[in-house]
């Protein structure tokens, strides 16, 4: 049984920083990509940032490009998002996934992504 856990949510002020924390137990089955998505209440989840587990190719959506950066750790199967100068409007909803993806326009598609974890928060005050 495959299990996603993440940790490292928080409350933090605006401009600081937070580092989130995702592990992933069991043998996930076809994978290829970690990602962090994240959801704001009464909207789809939205595809933050992504890492091919090969470890080569990582994405991010264009609003925190050059604020948050997404690793890993091949071997632990653990990914961690860190996050630089948050605003406001990151304050959301969490999810760490593993999926698998061909192209690399699908690594924002929640459809590839057949592992899940429960989500953290994320809230950034102004």
């Known amino acids: 049984q495959v299990e996603v856990e993440e940790s490292g949510g928080g409350s933090v002020q605006a401009g600081g920083s937070l580092r989130l924390s995702c592990v992933v137990s069991?043998?996930?089955?076809?994978?290829?990509?970690m990602a962090w998505f994240r959801q704001y209440p009464g909207e789809e989840r939205e595809a933050v940032a992504a890492?091919?587990?090969?470890?080569?190719?990582?994405y991010y959506h264009d609003s925190v490009k050059g604020r948050f950066t997404i690793s890993q750790d091949i071997a632990k199967k653990a990914a961690y998002l860190q996050m630089n100068s948050l605003k406001p409007e990151d304050t959301a909803k969490y999810y760490c996934?593993?999926?698998?993806?061909?192209?690399?326009?699908?690594?924002?598609?929640?459809?590839?992504?057949?592992?899940w974890g429960q989500g953290t928060q994320v809230t950034v005050s102004s």
């Open positions: 996934a593993r999926g698998r993806v061909v192209g690399i326009n699908q690594w924002a598609d929640p459809r590839q992504f057949t592992y």
């Open positions: 069991g043998s996930p089955f076809n994978t290829n990509l």
């Open positions: 890492i091919r587990t090969g470890g080569a190719g990582s």
